[in-house]
Structure formats: C-alpha cells, structure tokens
C-alpha cells in the first residue's frame, strides 16, 4: 500500500461521479505535514467534462429547488463527507490553507446561512420587470424574461477563504452547470461543497470537480460558455476585456476618516483589517484620513501588533501561516515596494515581522505603512495578510486617490461624502459609519450582482 493511501482523497469529479485519476499530487500543510491525496485532471478531461456538460443543460432551466440548497448546507456543516467530518475538516483546511481555525469553524455556520439564501438571493436580483420563465408569458402576450448567457460556467476558484466558494451558489441556483478547478492550496472547501449539494440531491450533471494546473484552468475558460476567475492583477490584466469571463480580484477595499480619532474609528479600521485574518477582499488594506496620519498609524499598530502568531490549527491563532520561505519572500516583496512609506509596527517586532513557529512555518505579522502623500501607490498594493496603507487626504483631494475600491467605509459627519462615494463607479460598496468594510447583508452586491453577469433579458413571445 502507498504511504499517501493512508490520506484524506480529493477526487476528480465528473457530472456528479467521482474517479481516480492515474496523476495524483499531495496537499501538504503549511508546515510540510501530507494532508490529501489530489487527484488532477489533465486539460483534455477539462474540455471533454464542460463538453458533457453542455449536452446536459436543457433540464436547467428553472431554479433549482431550494430545499436541496438548504439541506446541502446543513451537510455541510454536520456530515461527514469525502471521509471526513466537520472537525476533521476544519483542521485539515486550516493546516492546508494557513488560515486560523477558527475562520474554518465559523464558515460552518455561514454556509448553513448562504446555501439556504443562495436560490432565495437569485430570485430576488431578478429585475422586477422580467418574467422568470416561458411559462409566465400568456396567449398574444410579448414578454422580457430572465434568461441565461450560456449553460456551463467555469469556476477558477481561490485558496484565501472558504467563504469566497459560496459565490458560485448563485450560479448554480440560475441554472448553469459547474465546472470546478479548486485552488492549490484549499481544494477542501469546494471538495465539500459539491459533496454535499450531491448528497442532498441535485442533479449530479449540475456539478463537476476537476483539480489540476494552470493549464487547467486555462483550458475551462476557454471552453466553457462563462467563466468565474478568482485572481490577483495578472489575472485581471489577462481577462478584463474577455465578456466571457467574471473577474473575482483584489479588493483593495479603504476606509476613509474624517474628523476625530475616537474609539469607534480605531475599532472600525482593525476590524476592518484583520477580520479572518485580513484575508478577505472586502478587508481593508488602506485607510485615508485628513486626522494626523501618523497618531491614527502608531494607534492602529498598538492594537493590531500584539495579534496572536500560532500554528492555523491552534485555538490561538490569528494570522496567516505560510511555509517559512515563503513568508520571508512575502515580507520582502512588501519591504521592495514601499515607496518611503514607513512599516510603524516593525519596532513592535523585536525578532521580526515574520513569526517562525519552530515546525517549517510561519506567520505574517500585521504591517502598517505610514504613507507621506495621498497618491502614494501603497493604496493599490493588497497583500495576503493584515497590511494597511495609511495616507493622508483632505477634503480637496476629492475621492480619486481611493481607485479602485471594492467596498469603502466612510467614518465621517458629513453625509454628502457617503453620497459622493456612491456617485464613483470604481467604488463597488459603500458603508456610512462605523461599519467594517466587510460587512454585507443577505442579498446585497458583492461586486454587482453576479447574476446580472450570468444573465440577460430577452424577449419571448407567444400567439
């Protein structure tokens, strides 16, 4: 028998069928422990799967039912699928991933919440004007209706959060079939998903589960008829003028202050920074103030330093974990890009700004850049760990050195700031007050809603 016979398996998965492949690579933990066998999929078996999905597509076109997504998240959160149960899970995606544990556990709950909006929010971003299906037009009657772009939607999905997977329930809850190339480092989370959506009872042609490469992923885009692409600047610079392809990428989300430095605008920005580990794109990783930047700096890293650096699947925990090389390449590319900006945690760090935890990994430690101007290019730099940008900003600056903002929280008495950020198309998500930037609730957009992406209205009429 194989030593990695012994492992946790993440099979490839085909139309609901899972299989063997004769290419397996291992999932190792951050700290080089073997966790899973992953069984890959060579680019041909890409093709060959959105292929079959396609053919499959005709019996999608109603939603789905939503007891099947309801009954898939509480699956998902108490059965043991792939092998493994709920607290196997969550030590194996923490030590995989880098994450703290408890992010693993509390995505349990939150996807009990977001299977069972997911059919409930694709219904409700439905224009109120058009009809959901053939079935509502009338005799003489022309009709808008709620239509699909395609049949089969690629999803390249990441490794920074479980909870970034449950985006693409919404697709699935419009009818589109999925093809899954997991992300390298978390193909757990998707693993279990699709798991527990088959075991609820959805059509197993819905739902496909293919691990592999770039070339991998490369080849699902090119064949599907949509694709879902989770990415960093390369991916966007690569698809942003592909309308086939949904871009998921950095988030760049800020804050901005103005006025006081009280209690409630410190609390606002760490939360806002270090929430899951400050891996979420809707964490902050700039704050613009026209306070005194380097009071609201050293204030920020008081409270954000003495964060806890521990194994990810220590009760502890509370920042990312790499493998120690490559922790140190994190924080000196960081350091290579900081333009005069000032690191004022680092003087908190008597052995260094990377934590070495003794077992071949280590944690990032919160950064926070003091920055001397407002157009300083930190705003645009999103690290993978709790990394914030402080810049200073006056009134007169306007609001274009914020960019690119996927959600923006504006601490101010002004109201007409909130207002003016709504009018910037580049600023996806607004909060007025001390909200964190990664608040969101059950039907608001993330970045536009996904289904206006994945659907359009067209006209349908009958004698």
């Keep these: 028998m194989s030593p990695n016979d012994s492992l946790a398996q993440i099979p490839v998965i085909r139309a609901g069928r899972p299989a063997r492949s004769a290419s397996t690579s291992v999932l190792a ?5 073997p966790l899973a066998t992953v069984h890959q999929a060579p680019p041909l078996l890409g093709r060959l799967t959105v292929a079959g999905a396609r ?13 099947i997504f309801r009954r898939a ?8 699928l792939n092998g493994l149960g709920p607290k196997e899970y969550c030590d194996l995606q923490s030590r995989a991933a880098g994450v703290p544990i408890t992010v693993a556990r509390h995505s349990l709950d939150d996807m009990v919440h977001n299977f069972a909006n997911a059919a409930p929010r694709a219904a409700a971003e439905r224009p109120a004007g058009a009809a959901p299906g053939a079935e509502a037009c009338g005799p003489g009657e022309v009709l808008p209706l709620w239509t699909r772009r395609g049949d089969v939607l690629a ?18 809850a419009c009818g589109y079939r999925l093809v899954i190339r997991p992300g390298s480092r978390d193909p757990l989370t998707p693993a279990r998903m699709v798991a527990a959506l088959l075991e609820a009872g959805i059509e197993p042609s819905a739902l496909s589960l293919l691990p ?6 490369d080849a699902l885009v090119e064949a599907a008829d949509l694709s879902m692409v989770f990415g960093g600047d390369q991916a966007a610079r690569r698809y942003a003028h592909d309308r086939r392809v949904i871009l998921r990428g950095p988030g760049r989300s800020k804050l901005l202050h103005s006025g006081e430095l009280t209690e409630a605008v410190l609390d606002t920005v760490v939360a806002s920074a270090t ?24 204030a920020l890293a008081d409270r954000m330093a003495p964060l806890t650096a521990a194994p990810p699947q220590s009760d502890r925990a509370q920042l ?62 999103e690290m993978p760990f709790p990394c914030l940008w402080v810049l200073p900003w006056r009134r007169s600056d306007g609001l274009a050195p914020l960019g690119e903002t996927l959600a923006l929280t504006v601490l101010a008495d002004d109201p007409a700031l909130a207002r003016e950020a709504l009018r910037r198309p580049a600023i996806r998500k607004v909060l007025a007050g001390p909200v964190p930037t990664w608040a969101a609730g059950d039907t608001s957009p993330h970045d536009g809603f996904l289904s206006h992406e994945l659907m359009e209205a067209r006209a349908y009429g009958t004698s």
């Design 320 to 381: 990312p974990v790499l493998p120690t090389a490559e922790a140190h390449a994190m924080r000196g590319s960081l350091a290579a890009r900081l333009a005069g900006a000032e690191d004022v945690a680092a003087a908190r760090y008597p052995d260094g700004p990377v934590a070495e935890l003794g077992d071949g990994s280590a944690a990032l430690r919160p950064a926070v850049l003091l920055c001397d101007r407002v157009d300083h290019p930190g705003s645009r730099i």
């Design 29 to 33: 933990g951050v700290d080089g422990t």
């Design 212 to 217: 592999g490469g770039h070339e991998l992923g």
């Design 73 to 80: 998240g509480e699956l998902f959160a108490t059965a043991e």
């Design 275 to 298: 929430h899951d580990a400050g891996l979420r794109c809707t964490c902050a990783t700039a704050v613009f103030t026209d306070s005194d930047p380097r009071e609201l700096a050293e």
């Design 55 to 67: 053919d499959a597509a005709e019996s999608a076109d109603t939603l789905l039912d939503p007891a």
């Design 155 to 172: 999803v390249v999905a990441p490794s920074n959060n479980p909870g970034t997977h449950t985006q693409w329930l919404v697709a699935l």
